[in-house]
């Protein structure tokens, strides 16, 4: 875990912290890749808004946090990304 | 793209925003917010004006570097604050960044921002420019396209001077590089190596620097949320928002040249806040030819700094 | 101590100096600009080691002071008048994230019609801004009060911003012999002004003025206000050390001959000194006169001026300030200090020495005179103008000094 990412109350001291929720479950399309496909060309990593691509040997989504944008798929420039409807 | 990813896979790995943010999926402004951190480091303050961004790490959002939101239009004094307050405590190597929307800083801002840069304050302010208020509901700012319905001008400005080169919105490049401040440029998030040298840039200018950053808006624009990117690379390959910096107030050099531009068409038909242009080929032909002339004027003056400044040489 | 001859402004300077400020950052405005000229040469002579910031405008001024709090520097600037209501957005941020932020404020009248000169209506309108307010009668409290506002600001109890307000030029450009402590004693005095928790941090990266929901922001107003409340004793206790470190005296209420008196004029400012003057004079004739004068009108010393006030058989309140629709803001804060005491002092309201109109023993022995009026003649409820041109008045047919008859 990140070292800050531990959630920090809101105090009435401290008008400082910040919260986060997930927002994974409001998606309506999830992007897989197909890492046969993928070349690791870093453009999906580059464009996500929410920063939950991870680069590395294969690439992967944090689905907990993932709004489903579609921006990684559009910007996949081998089409290795496909938006599939969530159940 | 190749050479792109190479020079792009050098930022950090590390991300500086925790995921969880509030605000739209897709994003074009959190994107750039995002690799402006990704060349600044951790060793960032940011200053954010009123507006999206707000709603993006304000509400629920995770940034991991110190972040302010201060009000709309005193983000530019209050980041000189902090500069002036981290130089009286002998900490001069902190970054200093605004990331402010289009109303935050060519409207109700720019007092503020041209205070902050006419005194010298070392900081980066990064306008995202959206073209409008969009977190408050779609109004026009001083930076709309004329041509552009809006929730206060849904038939678009029909007023401006055909004559104009500048479309008759304020061009904060030059009203920055007038300032004769070291570094001022646009960029676009369609062009992320384009942007992510121009803030490099900025954070090594010897005083302040701005750069202006074209962050389509899924909302305000009227487009699907994937494509965000490509509506900001077409601004730029339609010549619609051409790429540039000005060094020193007067060394203009274009930064991203598109070698045969698409028609502007193209980059309006996407968007449904062009729809009220209606089929008026009168209209479209207009706009073309005034960003024609921009264009041969922008390339006027990046011939006046001279053979030899092109990027690449 | 060494005594010099200084205006305000140049006490309100030399309080900032000792204070070791960091950052200054103002805008020019009559007639509070000398301020920060003194400040400025200070600079330059090398006397203090500061960051100056001459911003473009005072909601600029206020926002660099932000700013700079929120990395932890000591921040000051100065306003006056049409310059403290531009930077009135910022105040309400400045208290909001507790910041320590000392302001001098040279008071002006407000425009329309245009003036330059002294009244309340500027640092009275920012009345509900959650700054403390602190208002001088002499240049020598002027100095003091820019440390012991330091002092207050910082208390972790309190952690709000302070006015420190002089009266525009009836303070500000008089000169009047001042004893400046000196540097390692004012060092001393303010060795705990320091910020309670680092803020813009990189070492400790946090989030500030983010949204705060329906199901907290009134929780937050409640912290403020706590805070305001507990400010009072904290600045009884830097009242307290100041005494002990320089040797002068101070309070958040002043009272004047209250002990046996039965009327009583309450006011703020360079004004008491003539009601001081007006009041031993009426001594002498053998009247039981008295005066109170409120230093801090923020936190509102409540019991202090109910304690003063409650047994006399009637009370003026001279406001050099009118809140149209309502009458005196002064006016309006004793009287809810004395409402419900038994059978409680007769109240009577003045509005006086606006924009600058000079306060002389005759305006004072006027509202004293009516106060030692019967009751039963006077008429319930009017605003009081003693100082009023009548002859104006009434070409303009808005009655008379007493108010509108008609």
Redesign the interface.
Known sequence: MHPWSASRPLSAWLPGGYCRSRRGAHRVFRPVIDDDRCSKCSMCWVYCPEGIITRGERYTIDYDYCKGCGVCAEECPRSAITMIREE | ??QM?IS??R?A?E?F??????GC????A??GA??AMKVLG????M?NATGCM?AN???????????????F??A??????????????G?PD?NVVVYAGDGGTVDIGL??L??AV??GHRLVYICYDNEGYMNTGVQRSGSTPPWASTTTMPEGRRDWQKGSIYAARKDMVRIMAAHDIPYAATAS?GY?QDYVRKVEKAANADGPAYIHLLTPCIVGWGF???????LARLAVDTLAFPLYEVEDGHRYRITVRPSRPKPVAEYLGLQSRFRQLGDDDGIIEIIEKQLKRRWAHLQDLAALAGPGKEPGE | MPRSYLTGCQAVAEGARLAAVQVVAAYPITPQTAIVETLASAVARGELDAQMVPVESEHSAMSVCIGAAMVGARAFTASSSQGLILMHECLFMASGLRLPIVMAVANRALASPVTIFADHQDSLATRDACWLQLYAETCQEVLDYILIAYRTAYHPEVMLPVMVCLDGFFLSHISEPVSVPDQAAARDYLADARPAYPMLDVDDPRCFNVMAFPDYFSEFQRDRFESMRKAALVLDAAFQEFEASFGRSHARVEGYRTSDAQFILVGMGSLMGTVKQVVDDHRREGHLVGAVRITAFRPFPESEVAGLCRNATAVGVLDRDVSPGSGGILFAEVSKCLYGSAPGPRLVSFVLGLGGRDVTEETVTRCLEQLLTPAAQVLGGAVHWPDANTATLRKWGLGDADGDKS
């Open positions: 793209m190749t990813a792009l896979s930022l790995n991300e925003v925790a995921p969880g943010r509030s999926p897709g994003c074009p959190v994107m995002r690799l951790k060793d960032t303050i200053v707000v790490y304000g509400y629920c959002g995770a940034p991991l570097f110190p972040f302010i939101h201060s009000l239009e005193n530019g004094a209050l980041a000189s604050g902090v500069e002036s307050g981290l130089r009286a405590l900490k902190v007092q503020a041209s205070g006419e005194r998030v992320p699907p949320e994937a494509m965000g990117p490509k």
